[in-house]
């Protein structure tokens, strides 16, 4: 029989990679909290208009890349592609848009359906932030903050760049849509098919489009910063100055966009290079319309997500986990205080194992083989006497220690 496999574009997290993704989501849990977040955790599918709505018709996720099905009821259900939207409907159905601002934090699987490559899968996961109901500026520069703090708390800011724009106001982006209408179409033979057809609904969506041929018209379209009011400039210059005060290094980047439908002023990507072609590892911006699409009132809001795949393959390592002690008891008379002794040593926070059989030399190889720091040793003299044999696998030096001091005696100092 031929072993089962993972499906195209899923992988297991085992082992190292399982470490490393821990330790992304545990670092950037407890940095978000030093920021105000609380951790929220939403369904995994949800109504397949949570995300058709909030992402628009129109765009690649949602005509190509969701994972879409019709339940056993008949209702049309969506694998989460992002965060933000399942954030916004909870808010909304929690009653909460009477309660802001609301920060959150979020860790978990989304799904689309696109062609793996490094560091991108189709059951791919994020870590995520949302400061929903502050208009102003400051917002944006600590969401900003809070991110470049996570990067430097997991040692791989050095290896990414923050480049920022801004989509402006509505007014601005209606002036702008106006100019890449006339430029576009200037240019509509050279298109691809599906800018086309973004060329007629919405022209922001094809500076998203990584179709070579695109790429090379948009190299040389308008850009927004030509079409800004003057709020909306000054919005920009605002959020430039915090992050000065924040102490975030950044540069511009005129051609960052959101083909988002709720996205306006703020975007911005921490990109690098360090996996080969640059990348985008965390990225986000300010959406001022989603809340009001999932049914709740006109609600800013403004936050980022990033793909914990990619953050891990920059960590230059993961913790390791504690070495265990090895209980080994000699004996059957020995295995029934054995037992005591492994969860008094695993209520301390110790990690403790004990092999399931064989004799002495067959359970100090297995100790040997997991990285234990030391072996208990429990035999019927020892029992007597209540004292058990303490051995230090590092330098092989052995001691006798009552089993009253045991646990005290294997604590890992500080």
């Known amino acids: 029989m031929t072993p089962l496999q993972p499906i195209r574009g899923t992988g297991d997290l085992i082992g190292e990679d399982s470490r490393r993704h821990r330790h992304v989501v545990e670092t950037a849990r407890r940095i978000a909290a030093t920021y105000g977040f609380d951790e929220w955790a939403t369904p995994i599918f949800e109504s397949t208009s949570v995300f058709s709505r909030s992402l628009g018709e129109t765009s690649d996720v949602v005509t190509k890349e969701m994972y879409s099905f019709t339940d056993r009821g008949g209702d049309p259900i969506t694998l989460r592609p992002e965060g933000t939207a399942g954030v916004c409907r909870a808010l909304v159905s929690n009653g909460l848009t009477q309660s802001l601002p609301q920060k959150v934090f979020y860790a978990g699987p989304m799904f689309r359906y696109e062609r793996p490559q490094k560091g991108r899968y189709r059951q791919f996961h994020q870590i995520g932030i949302e400061l929903i109901g502050p208009a102003e500026p400051l917002a944006d520069a600590e969401v900003i903050a809070c991110g470049w703090s996570i990067l430097r708390a997991l040692d791989i800011a050095a290896d990414t760049v923050l480049e920022i724009n801004t989509l402006g106001d509505r007014e601005s982006r209606a002036g702008y849509r106006a100019a890449l209408v006339a430029y576009f179409a200037d240019h509509a033979g050279m298109l691809s098919a599906d800018s086309r057809v973004r060329l007629e609904r919405n022209p922001l969506r094809i500076l998203d489009s990584k179709d070579e041929g695109d790429r090379r018209l948009i190299a040389h379209a308008p850009v927004i910063g030509e079409h800004l009011t003057e709020s909306a400039r000054r919005f920009y210059d605002d959020v430039r100055r915090l992050l000065d005060r924040f102490g975030v290094p950044y540069r511009d980047n005129p051609r960052i966009v959101r083909g988002l439908d709720y996205y306006d002023h703020t975007a911005f990507e921490f990109v690098t290079t360090a996996l080969g072609a640059q990348g985008t590892v965390l990225a986000g911006g300010r959406y001022n319309g989603l809340v009001e699409e999932m049914g709740g009132p006109p609600t800013p809001g403004v936050g980022w997500a990033a793909g914990i795949e990619r953050l891990s393959m920059l960590l230059a390592g993961a913790p390791e986990p504690a070495a265990p002690v090895a209980v080994i008891p000699l004996g059957e008379a020995a295995e029934s205080e054995a037992i005591a002794v492994i969860e008094a040593l695993r209520g301390a926070g110790i990690r403790a194992e004990m092999a399931y059989r064989g004799n002495l030399k067959r359970r100090m190889e297995r100790a040997n083989k997991i990285g234990a720091r ?31 001091a045991l646990v005290a005696s294997l604590a890992e100092p500080g």
């Not at 035999?379 to 009552?402: M, T």
């Open 374 to 404: 030391a072996a208990v040793i429990l035999g019927e003299d020892e029992l007597a006497r209540g004292v058990a044999q303490v051995k230090d696998l590092a330098s092989g030096s052995q001691r006798e220690c009552s089993l009253d």
